[in-house]
């Protein structure tokens, strides 16, 4: 049997195969280009503080975040914002609203990330919460939401749960990784 007739025999095979690592390598895109942690805060007298402010962007008309917090530090240097007691609010497509609430946050408008630091609070406004042991991080170009092990409780009494996760702002598409577990109505 020469290759012609080894790949006809095969095709289903060789083409589940490659599916499958185009499936791993969109997967490990998204993880990897979704966020990282932010540099902590350098020291208080190269930074200027703004009290009770906001910083929003929109797409189109339609406001895609809206960031509000008591205090916003902006180092000049490296024009990264420092957050105390930031507040979230991030619109998906759909309207469907997530707020995060948390007791420090990070943006780095170079590299399009919001790193909102633990605790942290995140429901939508269909009663869906997220919790998570570490930081969460938002990516202002795929609009993506990612962080470390991940408790999700769907108001249709599902959750989720795993390692890790990338989900949109209304947590309906969601990518667990890592001891991932979904349950239904417990």
């Known amino acids: 049997m020469n290759l012609k007739q080894t790949l006809i ?3 289903i095979t060789i083409l589940v195969v490659v599916v499958l690592a185009l499936f791993a390598f969109l ?10 942690p ?13 009290h009770g402010s906001e910083i929003e962007e929109k797409d189109g008309d339609r406001l895609s975040w809206r960031l509000t917090a008591d205090k916003i530090l902006v180092d000049p240097k490296t024009e990264i914002m420092y957050f105390i007691k930031p507040k979230a609010e991030i619109w998906e497509k759909d309207g469907t609203l997530l707020t995060i ?19 942290l609070q ?10 998570t042991e570490g930081s969460v991080y938002y990516n ?14 769907r108001h249709d009494q599902t959750t989720l749960s795993g390692d890790s996760f990338v989900t949109d702002a209304a947590l309906e598409h969601v990518t667990v990784q890592g001891h991932a577990k979904v349950t239904k109505g417990e």
């Open 140 to 153: 202002m170009d795929t609009r993506l939401i990612n962080g470390g092990k991940v408790l999700l409780n």
């Open 27 to 36: 997967l490990y895109w998204f993880m990897h280009t979704a966020g990282g």
């Open 38 to 50: 932010v540099k902590d805060m350098p020291p208080s007298s190269d930074l200027v503080e703004f």
């Open 122 to 131: 995140a429901e939508t406004d269909k009663g869906d919460t997220l919790q």
């Open 9 to 11: 025999k095969h095709k």
């Open 101 to 119: 609430t948390s007791d420090k946050g990070v943006v780095d408008r170079k590299k399009k990330i919001i790193e909102l630091k633990q605790p």
